[in-house]
């Protein structure tokens, strides 16, 4: 009997996955724990009809992280920091005060977590960062660092 999993079953399938099950164990064990329904013209027409949301939303989530790269690449944001006799900067800038800074003069919100850096920025100058939007699609920031 072909059914379509409502849920992630562990040796069996994914979520929207259509698969062969038993009779037996399809009405004893996957309709009655409401994991699966079987997989009928209605029941298919449902499936097809939300896979082609899922395509839609990527397809315009993918769009807006292209814009937002692009927006970001002609965005420069600058941070001032604290700077000793010998130049050398106290602390460092952070992925979390580059997500701040973006939010509140460029009005850009992005997580501080896809916001890419090896370590904090210690030196003075022009850093360019990278910036995860999407699955594959970055953006780069300038950031510049000037002393106080």
Known sequence: MKVI?????????????????????????????????EANKENMAKLKARENSKQYKKSQDIEQAKKLAEKLSKTMIKIKVKVGESG????????????????????IEI????????????????????????????????VDVIPE
Do not use: C, M, W
Request: hydrophobic share 40%; glycine share 8%.
């Open 111 to 142: 997580d501080k977590k896809k916001v890419e850096l090896k370590e904090t920025i210690k030196v003075l100058g022009i850093t360019i960062v990278k910036i995860k939007l999407y699955e594959g699609i970055y953006g780069k920031l300038k």
């Open 88 to 107: 050398k900067i106290f602390g460092g800038v952070s992925s979390k005060e580059i997500a701040e800074i973006l939010k509140k003069e460029h009005n």
């Open 5 to 37: 999993l409502l849920s992630d079953i562990k040796n069996v399938g994914k979520k929207d996955q259509v698969i062969n099950a038993s009779d037996g164990y399809a009405r004893n064990f996957l309709f009655p724990k409401k994991l699966a329904v």
